[in-house]
């Protein structure tokens, strides 16, 4: 009895470990909004490539002069690093506060956050590119474009 006990906590500890990160992972559809894609442009202040997701923080003048800065979310380092994306080319545009063009969804709270999906620089070279950035596929590759702000 002592040992089919043993057995059975053994397997509900194994069950609970595995279901860690699925518990810990937001869904993109529970935070941001597919039918709002932005396309914001703006300096770009800080770039942030840690795990789980990365940030992008991104000030942007408003229609009333006011600066507004916006948090939009990337994949971990791991994913923007196997696509060629590397913290060393975001140096020099953050350094320089770079007005930028960035793709992105918006969070479903109406808060200045969202995912992006792409960012292009000044000079039109693109920095990150993931699926779904404007005309690549849409909600599924979570990028955007079309909503000014």
């Known amino acids: 009895m002592k040992i089919r006990s ?11 470990a595995l279901s860690m990160p699925v518990v810990a992972h937001h869904s993109f559809q529970a935070e941001y909004d597919q039918s709002k894609p ?3 442009v703006g300096k770009l202040t800080k770039v942030v490539n840690e795990n789980p997701h990365g940030w992008i923080y991104l000030e942007v003048t408003n229609a009333n002069g ?13 994913v923007l690093n196997g696509n060629g994306f590397t913290r060393s080319i975001f140096e020099t545009p953050v350094m320089t506060a770079e007005r930028v063009t960035v793709t992105a969804y918006a969070a479903r709270d109406e808060s200045k956050h969202g995912w992006a999906g792409g960012l292009t620089r000044a000079d039109g070279t693109t920095v990150i590119t993931l699926s779904g950035s404007p005309g690549n596929g849409g909600p599924g590759g979570r990028g955007g474009g079309g909503r000014g702000q």
């Open 38 to 40: 932005l396309t914001l």
């Open 66 to 78: 006011k600066a507004i800065t916006w948090q939009l979310e990337t994949p971990g380092p791991g």
């Open 6 to 16: 043993m057995v059975i906590v053994g397997f509900a500890l194994c069950l609970c």
